[in-house]
């Protein structure tokens, strides 16, 4: 997700208010083993059918999550006005309810960061210095972590896919110059009197969107609130799961696989009671990186389905754009559209 933001009081909720249909809790959500033999092959299968999986036996210990899910907590608990000393983001910093400059409002707040810590922003450095080191080792350690796991399964993804070598996609991401983020999310409770007089009508936390990078990673504590859309266009809610990881395809991971794989639409509803908390690790590869369909996962007079571009255009693009909208539109070649090959997430 590429988030530009001004920070905002957490109300009024006029602008965040919208009727979503009830939605079911969808418990099919593919569950991936990592140490499972055919983990490769169930990683592939979940990426063509949903753009989503969930993964367990993963690596990184609960230990490391519930640490740094306390000294999140204790960020988000501080005043206003400690916590404005790190905003308005640039992008990196504290922001709070403004998602992107285009409009779009979330009941959020939320701490966003470079994932490659040779990379520090003087927001980011705010956000640390009000606080001991033990904030920032914790953020340091976890996605030392994610990112290791992360690579795992873009190798065990590659071996799915036929792809030699593995790391043709993991080395995006290992790169050190990997445009990669991290987000700590911070949903507060809304107010239960307030969503009743709406009567049935929901606060949104995140409005819908696809993330633009290579595949993000989420973890969250135990509130739902996060749904993601299936293929038909309907609506499912996650169970939450603190001790696993989310995993979604992003719009670059689309491209790089011609279309077999989807970038998965995603939105997070408020809770009336209980705060949700959220960590979501961004791949993305270095900004000068051409993305386009792999060679290998073309079949023979395939056509790219995608004009070529660097994810630096493409990451100015989503600046512009709004949250749903169907950012890869711009990127795709006219003759695909013609024929009916492409259709919008």
Known sequence: MVVQSQPAALDPLSNLIKSCKPTSLFTEIPEVDLTDPAAKTQIVKACEEYGFFKVVNHGVSLELMNKLEAEAV?????????????SPPDPFGYGSKRIGPNGDVGWIEYILLNANPQLTSHKTLAIFQERSQKFRRAVDEYIVAVKKMSYQVMELMADGLNIKPRNVMSKLLKDERSDSCFRLNHYPPC???????LSGRNLIGFGEHTDPQIISVLRSNNTSGLQIQLRDGTWVSVPSDQSSFFLNVGDALQVMTNGRFK??????????????ISMIYFGGPPLSEKIAPLPTLLAEEEESLYKEFTWCEYKMSAYKSRLADHRLGLFEKTTAKRSGQISPN
């Open 263 to 276: 970038s998965v639409k995603h939105r997070v509803l408020a809770d009336t009671n209980k705060s949700r």
């Open 191 to 197: 107010p239960d009197h307030q969503l009743q007089a």
């Open 74 to 86: 204790k960020f988000f608990s501080q005043s206003q006005s400690e916590k404005d000393k790190a």
